[in-house]
């Protein structure tokens, strides 16, 4: 009966096979790895170091944490050869990269990155390009990162990792509410400074407008720890959607603030 039990309890906290301790473990290792393979990214595309954190103090790129969650719990009969494993990473990578790309024009009325340019593409949110890139991923991280990244993570002591796993997530949600805040103020700004029709914001640009203008410590507050200059250097490619349905990209209006970024080539 005991086991039973224990039997039972295990299976009411494992999703395909892993526990909630796994999961948050694999959204913080690969929201960082993430954000490493966004700077080296910009790095060889573009020839300079510049920040692609998706937060304002975290070196995390969340979407690759969320998108690698999705990635590894897909169905076992998905795993069974590679062209199942791309096919399922090529639709599941492109629906959570529409999804957060939506929320976040929907939430904080700022695009994150615009495939418009790129061929294929829906709405400019996803393109086949890095569709592809999610398909070839998932065959990469299920068969060589993930058994690589388990066998590390398993020779660390248990209570140590359990321990930094809950002090990292209260700082990555807390980093998160921090960021909301900050950008909504920040993208406030801007359209007020600049008298820009951005599509989306009428719902809450006259209360944050407000919000920002009535109170003169918090206006204090947040042009001394989130000014244009720290949200832009932090978040150097977000866009707004203007009511036009054109694209302007923030750093084009705040030309004042150079460089962003360190040129390596």
Not at 16 to 34: E, R, T, V
Request: aromatic content about 18%; some cysteine.
């Amino acid at each position: 009966m005991e086991k039973k039990a224990e039997q039972n309890i295990k299976k009411k906290f494992t999703i395909f096979g892993y526990d909630m301790w796994q999961i948050l473990q694999y959204f913080i290792i690969y929201s960082f790895l993430g954000y490493i393979i966004e700077t080296l990214f910009g790095l060889f595309t573009k020839g300079v170091i510049e920040s692609r954190q998706s937060m304002l103090y975290g070196p995390f790129c969340c979407i690759y944490g969320l998108g690698a969650i999705c990635l590894l719990c897909i169905p076992k009969g998905a795993k069974k050869n590679n062209w199942t494993l791309f096919i399922a990473g090529f639709i599941i990578g492109s629906v959570v990269e529409y999804i957060v790309s939506w929320v976040g024009e929907c939430i904080f009325h700022i695009k994150w990155w615009d495939y418009s340019n790129y061929p294929l593409n829906i709405n400019g949110r996803i393109c086949i390009i890095f569709s592809i890139f999610w398909g070839i991923l998932t065959i990469c991280l299920n068969k060589v990162i993930n058994p690589t990244v388990d066998k590390i993570v398993e020779k660390i002591p248990k209570k140590f990792l359990h321990v930094t796993t809950i002090i990292l997530i209260i700082f990555i949600a807390i980093d998160f509410l921090i960021t909301g805040f900050a950008l909504k103020m920040f993208s406030t700004r801007v359209i007020y400074n600049y008298n820009l029709e951005v599509q989306g914001t009428e719902e809450y640009y006259e209360q944050y407008l407000s919000l920002y203008q009535n109170n003169p410590e918090l206006k204090e507050f947040v042009d001394k720890f989130f000014s244009d200059e720290k949200m832009l250097k932090t978040f150097p490619n977000v866009k707004f959607t203007l009511k036009d349905g054109s694209i302007l990209w923030i750093k084009d209006i705040l030309t004042y603030i150079k460089p962003y970024y360190i040129k390596v080539f």
